[in-house]
């Protein structure tokens, strides 16, 4: 990861908006990011999550940040 999370915190929570790969990440982590998202109103896409969260996992990130996360099920 080119990023450590608590710059990707840094990052969402100011409005920069991110693609985040979720197979180098844990879900807490990505809670965090996604919190951090919702603070700064920023769009925050999930991808490569398949093999590592789960359905309600995503509904949880989801409310977290309410319109503001996309998950990428293309890959």
């Known amino acids: 990861m080119i990023f450590t999370i608590e710059q990707l915190k840094q990052i969402t929570s100011t409005g920069g908006g991110l693609v985040i790969d979720a197979s180098a990440m844990t879900f807490n982590q ?29 509904s949880d990130l989801a409310a977290l940040a309410p319109g503001l996360i996309v998950f990428d099920l293309t890959g």
């Open 30 to 58: 990505i809670r965090d990011v996604s919190a951090a998202a919702n603070a700064g109103k920023a769009k925050l896409t999930v991808k490569n999550f398949s093999m590592t969260l789960t359905a309600q996992q995503l």
